[in-house]
Each structure stands twice: as C-alpha cells, then as structure tokens.
C-alpha cells in the first residue's frame, strides 16, 4: 500500500471525447501544448510534478529570502554534502540550469561527450555549445524482452573507442538511464568508466537525478550494495564522481531546484563565477530561501525505503499490466516509467511517421492521459520508439493507474484506427517541445466510439 495518508486532495479534470479532441487540435496534435486542466492523468514527466510532504510544506515557512549568506542556504548546503558526500554546493533553479553551466566551463567547440546515454537537455547544451554528444548505451539496452539487471549501464569497449578517437573533454553518466528505460547503472560499470575517465584525463559526471531508486534497484542484483542503506549505497556511488549534478526535480522531491556539487577547488570555483552571471548568487543560485528548504527535507525522504518501494511496484504494476495484454514494454521495468515500444506495437506505422507521437495522441483521445514520445522526433537515431509513461512520485493511485491500464486495453483493441503523424513545423533544438505535427491519412475523431468518459 501507499506508505503515505492523502492530506490534500485536488480535483482532476474530466474532459469529456469532444473536449480533449479539440484541445489536441489546437495543441498541434503535440502533447506538450495541452493545458493540464484538459488531461486527466498526467504521466508526461516525473520532474517536478511530485506532491510534496507535511514536513516539506512545513519547511517553506521557514525559507530566509536574505540576498546573500541565508539561513536556508546553509541548510541546504548540510543536507547535499551529506546526500553527496561532496564539499562544494551550488545550488541553480533546475537541471538543465548546471548542464549550462558545465557546457560552458568544461567544453569548447569541437570537444566531445561521452555517456552511457545523454537525455534530451543535456544533449541540447553539449550542441549548443559546438561539441559532440557521444552515447555508449549497453548491448543489452536494445533487447527489449532481456532480463539484464543493469541495462542502464555503458557499453565500456565503445566509450574506449570513442576516447582513442580523441577530443573527449566530460564522460557523463545517467542514473538511472532514463533514454533506456529508467534502468539503473551497476556500481561497477561507474567504477570502469571512472578508471577509463582517468586514464584518458576526462572528468566524470554523475547525472544523480534518479539516483535513490538507481540503489534501489540496483541493490537487488549486486551482493556489494546489499548490506547498504539507500544513503550509503548513494555516495558509494557519487564518491566516483568528479562532478555531480542533479535535477532535484525528481529524487530531491520538490517542484523545482537543483545543484552541482564537486571536491574540486578549481570546478567549484569555476561554476561559482559563471552561476553569479546567470543563476545568482552563490547562496541562491536562482532560488527562493523556500525552495532551498524543501529540497533539504526532500533528500531526506527520498531514502526512506518504504518511499522507493512503493515507487518502484507502482512502475512495475503497470509495465505487468500491459505486457499482459501483449503490449511491448521494455524489460525489467525500470524505477520512474513504464516505456512502451510503440513501433512494434503499431507495426502498420513506419517508423518515418512517428508512431510514438502517434500513441501520445491516441492515450490522449481514447482516455486523457499524457504520455511523451521518446523516439525520432525527440533523439532522431534512437534505435527504439518509447512511450513513456513517467510516473509523479506520491501522487497518483492505483486505481489511476488501473484507468491508464484500460485506456491501454482499449487502444490496443482499436489500435489499426490510428496511422501515422506529419512534421509541420520544428526547431533545431529540443524539437519535441514545440514541434508542430499533423495526422497522415487518418482522421482523429475514428476514435470517438471507443473513448472513454468518466461516469459511464
């Protein structure tokens, strides 16, 4: 059961087949348009969009908006030293926040990336900034039905190849691989890529965004984590690191902040110089004392087992639920989605058409629910088409997600109905925000028979 009583509830929106066809019309038939008072479970991200507990609403009363030397700061600064194990915290407003700030200290024009695999933020501050992103993903990665424990993890022999090639300035690593899956990376794939990062003189970063149910899962398959608390299994592996930078958006439990942290003098030193430029001052970096505060408690609750738990079951109900009704789901599930490989599941949509988006648009129609493609329009090379279905951490039930497993049940039924998208418009970065698209040959409203209505 939930390891938590519900305090505060908020009404859902219950936007009867004609409504939400309308609003994916005018959205441009992109997800990301939709206003959120037309979906009615929302599983587009897991960033952000977690409910926050009593202690962490309790903490925003005590947030000190000094300018500089904040009471809430340093609170914030003792709760990520002992989350990371790192001196140095700067704090910014979000993930992609410190990916700047990386890209633009640590890389020049021409310089390459290594990684297990970037996701899409990432990726987009290494191009911006002139270098070249480079992914290792692990064999097993690919094998959708593979019961590979650490499909997260990089493919060694290529980061080694990629290094030879020369111009490698930053080795990243994602934990958990959210482009492959959510799946959790072993302590000892970290451990060869930190002694393939010194070899060849490249810092290591460690993308600790899902790192908490990275342990988690983990801990299950590796007997040198299991006499481990998830706290320590954490800076076993954040002590490997160089750099770290999270996107509290997920495992820090709050709606927005994030931070760098590092051992380096000379990094901190340099991420401090360019964060008063862009973010803030260093005891801010973009933040209300607020925020800072509820991100402190945040990287206390995110340890507690019982919490990562019923996370990690909550994804791996639905994956079983729809891996049941012959679904294609990637295998084991992973710790904060359920992806589902929309090319095999809709084999009559060539994969030019984007069958993802595809799907995205049909969960929406057939049952409000907002998933996110993760395929060619997001990352044109990947070898896979991903729905994902990225769970909010304390917010959503079963019986939710019961209602996501039906609309599911229905779609597949109907699923002949749907047909391929058109690219109407696009920028040359992050193009799956903005991208405007258009249905190919099939007509929307051919599922209105089949929609689902809260009520009937």
Not at 75 to 91: L, S, Y
Not at 172 to 183: C, D, H, P, R, Y
Not at 263 to 292: C, I, K, M, S
């Amino acid at each position: 059961m939930e390891p938590y009583r519900i305090k505060v509830v908020q009404a859902l929106p219950t936007p009867p087949f004609g409504e939400r066809l309308e609003a994916i019309r005018r959205a441009h038939f992109n997800v990301f348009f939709l206003p959120a008072s037309r979906v009615m479970v929302d599983l587009l991200t897991d960033s952000g969009t977690g409910a926050m507990s009593d202690r962490q609403w309790s903490a925003l009363m005590r947030g000190d908006e000094s300018y500089a030397g904040a009471e809430s700061f340093f609170r914030f600064e003792a709760a990520v030293q002992k989350f990371t194990g790192k001196r140095h915290v700067i704090p910014v407003h979000q993930g992609r926040a410190a990916e700047k700030i990386l890209a633009f200290t640590l890389l020049k024009p021409g310089d390459r990336v290594v990684s297990n695999t970037l996701f899409d933020t990432t990726r987009a501050n290494v191009v911006f900034r002139g270098a070249e992103a480079v992914d290792c993903p692990h064999p097993e990665s690919r094998n959708l039905a593979s019961t590979y424990p650490f499909k997260g993890d990089a493919d060694l022999d290529a980061m080694e190849r990629a290094f030879r090639e020369g111009k490698v300035r930053m080795v990243v690593m994602t934990l958990t691989n959210n482009t492959a899956g959510g799946q959790p990376v072993s302590l000892q794939n970290l451990r060869a890529v930190r002694e393939l990062a010194d070899r060849y003189g490249a810092p290591l970063v460690v993308d600790a965004a899902r790192i908490a149910e990275n342990v988690f899962l983990a801990r299950r398959h590796d007997p040198e984590l299991q006499d481990l608390s998830i706290a320590e299994g954490i800076r076993a592996y954040l002590a490997l690191a160089d750099v770290v930078t999270m996107s509290a958006k997920k495992d820090g439990l709050v709606n927005i902040g994030g931070f760098l942290a590092t051992d380096r003098e000379d990094l901190a030193e340099a991420f401090q110089n360019f964060l008063v430029v862009f973010e803030g001052f260093p005891t801010y970096g973009g933040l209300a004392g607020r925020d800072l505060e509820a991100l402190a408690v945040g990287l206390e609750e995110v340890v507690d087992e019982r919490y990562l738990a019923h996370r990690v079951e909550q994804v791996a109900w639905l994956a079983g639920a729809l891996r049941e009704m012959g679904i294609p789901v990637l295998w084991p599930p992973g710790g904060h989605a359920v992806f589902v490989e929309a090319a095999t599941w809709m084999a009559h949509i060539p994969r030019e058409v984007f069958p993802g988006v595809a799907v995205t648009v049909g969960l929406y129609l057939v049952g409000g629910v907002r998933a996110v493609e993760v395929g060619r329009l997001m990352f044109e090379d990947l070898p896979y088409e991903w729905v994902r279905l990225a769970i909010p951490r304390r917010t959503y039930t079963r019986s939710h997600l019961a209602w996501v497993a039906r609309t599911f049940e229905v779609l597949h039924t109907a699923r002949e109905r749907i047909r391929g998208m058109e690219l109407v418009h696009a920028p040359r970065l992050l193009r799956h925000f903005r991208a405007h698209l258009a249905p190919r040959d099939w007509n929307p409203e051919a599922l209105a028979d089949i929609a689902l209505e809260v009520g009937e």
